[in-house]
């Protein structure tokens, strides 16, 4: 069978793998950068695969194509941070925030209804000057359709 037209897959030993979820890690690129204090979409701009292209690299978020409960993760490194400054990494849904200073966060069939939510990673830092990382494993956000 076509690979791209395979919903589930059941292999030899019962393990169920459904290649087509939609998924994302994206990572930021090309340089790091500094921003002043206040609330930051973090800029995560590629991709190491992004199943269904539902994660814009321009954008910076993830748009769900269908409905269901989706498990999404954001890691936020800073740098030159002063000592005694507050931050905070925070999920934004739909341009609000819904969880903040996890790292994980599950989102639900109940709050996810239509096609059109998207999410986003944003921090909050009242430093007037901090570095974010740039490369694969320093400012990331992930998720994937559970169900």
Known sequence: ADEANVAMKIDGLGRVTMPNQPSFYAHRTGSNYTVGSGYHKVQINGTRF????????????????????YQFNGNVNIYACATGSVFAAILYVNGSSYTQGGRSYSYGTGDLVTTVDYVELWFYSNDASVGLSAGTTWNVFTGYLVG
């Open 50 to 69: 992004n199943v269904g292209s539902n994660y814009s690299t321009t954008n910076h978020r993830f748009t769900a194509p269908v409905a269901g409960v």
